[in-house]
C-alpha cells in the first residue's frame, strides 16, 4: 500500500513538473498606441466649438498611449485663432492613469488633480474619448 502511494505522488509531481506555464492575467485589449484620427465627427483637421475669445478652433493631430503598467501619455494638438493672432497649441493632460470599469468602460485619469477624469470606450482598433463634450476617436497604430 505505502509503495502504491509513492508511485501516485511520483506521477502526480512528474506531471506537475512537466506543466510549466505559468497563469498570467490576459493583458487588457485597449493597451497599446493610438493616432487621433476624427474629432466631433470629422476627419482631421476637424473644426471645434469655439467659445470665449477663442474666435476658432482646430484639432491637427493627436495621439495617446495606453501602457499595461496601467499609465497613459497623450496630447491634441490644435490651431487656435484669437481674433487674428493663430497659435498651435497642445490641449489635453499628457499624462495620467487609467483603468478598466466594471460596465467595461476605460477612465483615465489625469495625473494633474486640476484636471478632469474622462472616460473613453474601446474596439478591437479604435479608442473613444469623450472630454468637455468633445468625442475623439482615435485609430489603433
Not at 485589449?29 to 474666435?55: D, K, V
Not at 499628457?94 to 468602460?105: A, I, K, M, S, Y
Request: aromatic fraction near 8%.
Amino acid at each position: 500500500m505505502f509503495r502504491s502511494l509513492q508511485v501516485a505522488v511520483a506521477a502526480a509531481l512528474i506531471a506537475a513538473a512537466g506543466c510549466s506555464k505559468s497563469f498570467e492575467p490576459t493583458p487588457d485589449p485597449a493597451i497599446g498606441g493610438y493616432t487621433l484620427t476624427m474629432a466631433n465627427g470629422s476627419p482631421l483637421p476637424a473644426t471645434l466649438p469655439a467659445s470665449g475669445t477663442i474666435t476658432s478652433s482646430t484639432a491637427l493631430n493627436g495621439s495617446i498611449f495606453l501602457d499595461k503598467d496601467g499609465t497613459y501619455t497623450g496630447i491634441v494638438e490644435l490651431r487656435i485663432a484669437r481674433g487674428s493672432v493663430v497659435t498651435i497649441e497642445p490641449y489635453g493632460v499628457p499624462n495620467g492613469v487609467w483603468q478598466r470599469l466594471p460596465d467595461n468602460r476605460l477612465e483615465l485619469q489625469p495625473a494633474t488633480g486640476s484636471e478632469k477624469v474622462v472616460y473613453a470606450t474601446n474596439t478591437a482598433t479604435t479608442l473613444t474619448v469623450v472630454s468637455q463634450g468633445i468625442v475623439y476617436v482615435y485609430t489603433r497604430q
